[in-house]
C-alpha cells in the first residue's frame, strides 16, 4: 500500500508540474551520465490527452456538383482544412446540358476544373478523384476507391470533423425493364456528348442504301420519356437542330425524321404556371412533336417501347431508333445505404433539419438532390411554443404576447406566414380573430386550445423544395455563410428562439429564395416564370434566357466560350461532326 501511495503522489506530482517535473529527470540522468530518448504527450487534467486548439478543423465534402461548388466558392474561412472527393474533377453547369446534346454549346465549355475553384481560396485545400463507396459517422470517415483508370481501383479511408454530403441524386428509372440498358440519360456532360454522336449516327445509318423504308423511319424516330423542363428542352433543342441545320445536310432523310414525347401524366411542365403549359402544348403540337400524355412507358426493348395507357390500360408498342429517359431522381447507392445505416431507409433522400444538418448527426450535413429538409411541424411543438411566449406563466396569452413572439415562428416554422399570405391575413392578430371569433383588442387573451385552433391548420402549407440547381447552389452558398461565421455565432447566436430549450439557434435557418425558372421551347422562344407569378412568353424572354444563363457561369473563362457558342452557333449553324 505504501508504495501505491508513493506511485500515486509521483503521478500527480507530474500532473501538476510536467515542466518541473522534466527538468528534474533530466538533470538526474545528466548527472549520472546516462542518455535517455522519450516521447513527450500533452496531458491535461486527469491524464487525458488534450487537442490541439490550433489544428484546423478538417471539411470533408462529397461532391463537386452544384451544392459542392457553390459551398467551396462561399467558403472563406481559412480556420479550416478542406478536402474534396469525387470522381469528377470538374464543375458541370447542368442547365446546358441539353445545348451540348445538340452541338449548340461545346462540352468543354460548360466545365471548370474544380482545383481552378479551390486554387483561389484562402483555406487550405486538396482534391482526391475518387468515389466515396462507405461512410461511418461514429468513427467519422468516409471510404473511398479511386478511378480504374487512374491506377487501378484502390481504396483509402479520409477523417473528417465536419462531412459535407453533396453526392446529387441518379435518374429514376422506377424499376422499368430495359431501361438502363437501352435508354441514354442526361445528367452528366459525358452522357450529352454521347447523346450527340448517337444522334449523327441516327442520320448517317439511316442515308445508308441497303436500308428499308421500316428500318429508315425507326432509326430516326426520336422518343423522349418525361415531360419536364429536361425533357422538353432536350426535345426543342433537337427539334432545331434537326430542322434548321440537319435537313440541310440529309435532304432524302428528312420526311422520316419524327420526335415523340411521353409523358405520364395529364400535362408537360407540371411545375409550371398553366399558362405556360398550355402554350408549351400547343407550340409543340404545331412544330409536329407528337406529344402523347398519360402514356406510361412499362418495358423498352433494343429497339421498342411499350407504352400503357393510364385512361384506359391499353398497352401500345411504338419502334425508335434513340430514346432519352428523363422522368425524375433517386438516390446513389451509397446515400441509400447510408440512410439504411442511420435508420431512414424507408425515405426517398436524406433527411436534414432547416440547417441542412443530417437528423441526429449535428457534425453532418447534407445539400443538394441527394437531401430534402424535414420540416417541423408548428402542431409538434404547439405546448412548448405557448409556453415561451406565455412569459407571465398566467396560461393565456394576449394578443401582444403573441406578437412578441410571432416573428420567431414564422422564422423556425415558415409554414405560418404562407398560411397567413394564403388568408391574405394581415398580421398574427386575423389569425386569432378566426380562432377566437373577435380579438380586435390586444388584451383578448387565448387559452391554449384556442391557441391550437388558430395554429391547426398552417402545417398545410408544408411543401418539399424541388431537386433544381437553383436550390443547391443557394444551399451550398447559406452552409459557407454558416461556416465562415461558426465562432462568432457560437458567442452571439442570431437565429430564432429555441422553442424547446434556452436561448437562441445559432444560424438563422436556410430558406430558399425562389428567382425565377426558365422552358426553352425552341425556335427561339423561351417561357419564363418570374417572381410575383410573372410569366413571359416568347423571344424577348429568349434574351432574358441567354442573359441570366451567360451570368450564372462560375468563371470569366467558361461565360466567354458560352457566349463565343452562342455567336458560333448564329453566324455558322450547329456542328454535326461525329466527335
Excluded at 551520465?33 to 522519450?38: H, L
Excluded at 387565448?446 to 443557394?474: R, Y
Amino acid at each position: 500500500m505504501r508504495n501505491f501511495n508513493f506511485f500515486e503522489r509521483i503521478s500527480r506530482a507530474y500532473n501538476d508540474h510536467p515542466t518541473l517535473f522534466k527538468l528534474v529527470a533530466l538533470s538526474t540522468i545528466a548527472i549520472s551520465g546516462g542518455s535517455i530518448v522519450y516521447a513527450e504527450a500533452n496531458i491535461g487534467s486527469g491524464g487525458r490527452a488534450v487537442v490541439d486548439p490550433t489544428r484546423k478543423k478538417k471539411v470533408v465534402v462529397l461532391g463537386t456538383g452544384w451544392a459542392g461548388m457553390s459551398f467551396l466558392k462561399n467558403l472563406n474561412n481559412p480556420s479550416y482544412e478542406v478536402e474534396v472527393v469525387s470522381p469528377r474533377n470538374y464543375f458541370a453547369f447542368t442547365p446546358l446540358l441539353p445545348s451540348v446534346t445538340c452541338g449548340t454549346v461545346e462540352g468543354r465549355s460548360i466545365v471548370e476544373p474544380i482545383r481552378n475553384i479551390i486554387g483561389k481560396k484562402k483555406y487550405d485545400a486538396r482534391y482526391w478523384e475518387a468515389e466515396c463507396y462507405k461512410m461511418d459517422p461514429l468513427e467519422k470517415k468516409v471510404y473511398c476507391r479511386t478511378a480504374a483508370e487512374l491506377d487501378g481501383k484502390k481504396e483509402f479511408s479520409v477523417d473528417y470533423d465536419y462531412l459535407v454530403i453533396a453526392m446529387g441524386a441518379r435518374v429514376n428509372t422506377f424499376n422499368t425493364p430495359g431501361v438502363e440498358e437501352n435508354c441514354h440519360f442526361l445528367k452528366e456532360v459525358e452522357e450529352a456528348q454521347n447523346i450527340r454522336k448517337n444522334l449523327i449516327d441516327s442520320f448517317e445509318k439511316a442515308s445508308l442504301p441497303n436500308l428499308s423504308e421500316e428500318d429508315r423511319k425507326r432509326i430516326l424516330h426520336f422518343v423522349v420519356v418525361g415531360g419536364g423542363p429536361t425533357g422538353v428542352e432536350f426535345a426543342a433543342q433537337l427539334h432545331d437542330f434537326v430542322n434548321d441545320d440537319l435537313v440541310k445536310l440529309y435532304p432524302k432523310v428528312k420526311d422520316h425524321v419524327k420526335i415523340t414525347l411521353l409523358e405520364a401524366t395529364d400535362h408537360i411542365l407540371n411545375m409550371f404556371d398553366k399558362r405556360i403549359t398550355a402554350f408549351a402544348e400547343e407550340k409543340f403540337q404545331r412544330d409536329g412533336i407528337d406529344v402523347k400524355l398519360g402514356s406510361m412507358v412499362v418495358k423498352v426493348t433494343d429497339k421498342e417501347i411499350s407504352t400503357k395507357a393510364r385512361s384506359n390500360g391499353e398497352t401500345f408498342s411504338m419502334p425508335y431508333g434513340l430514346c432519352l429517359w428523363s422522368t425524375g431522381i433517386g438516390p446513389r447507392p451509397v446515400i441509400k445505404e447510408f440512410m439504411q445505416q442511420i435508420g431512414q431507409g424507408n425515405r426517398r433522400a436524406l433527411a436534414t433539419d432547416e440547417w441542412l444538418r443530417v437528423e441526429g448527426y449535428n457534425n453532418i450535413y447534407a445539400l443538394g438532390d441527394c437531401a430534402t429538409i424535414n420540416q417541423r411541424k408548428v402542431m409538434e411543438d404547439i405546448s412548448a411554443i405557448f409556453s415561451k411566449a406565455d412569459k407571465d406563466k398566467s396560461g393565456t396569452l394576449t394578443v401582444k404576447e403573441f406578437k412578441e413572439v410571432i416573428a420567431d415562428i414564422c422564422e423556425r416554422y415558415p409554414q405560418v406566414e404562407l398560411y397567413l399570405k394564403k388568408k391574405q391575413m394581415r398580421d398574427i392578430v386575423d389569425l386569432v380573430k378566426e380562432a377566437k371569433g373577435d380579438a380586435a383588442k390586444e388584451t383578448i387573451e387565448v387559452n391554449i386550445e384556442e391557441f391550437k385552433s388558430s395554429l391547426s391548420q398552417v402545417d398545410s402549407q408544408m411543401k418539399n423544395l424541388p431537386a433544381t440547381a437553383q436550390v443547391a447552389n443557394q444551399q451550398g452558398a447559406y452552409l459557407a455563410k454558416c461556416f465562415n461565421r461558426l465562432e462568432e455565432c457560437e458567442q452571439n447566436p442570431e437565429g430564432p428562439i429555441r422553442f424547446r430549450g434556452e436561448g437562441r439557434h445559432r444560424f438563422h435557418p436556410f430558406r430558399y429564395r425562389h428567382l425565377g425558372q426558365f422552358a426553352p421551347l425552341g425556335g427561339e422562344q423561351t417561357a419564363a416564370q418570374l417572381p410575383g407569378d410573372l410569366v413571359s412568353i416568347g423571344h424577348s424572354s429568349q434574351w432574358l434566357w441567354y442573359s441570366v444563363y451567360a451570368s450564372k457561369q462560375v468563371s470569366w473563362r467558361t461565360r466567354a466560350l458560352v457566349v463565343s457558342d452562342w455567336f458560333r452557333r448564329f453566324i455558322f449553324g450547329r456542328d454535326s461532326s461525329r466527335i
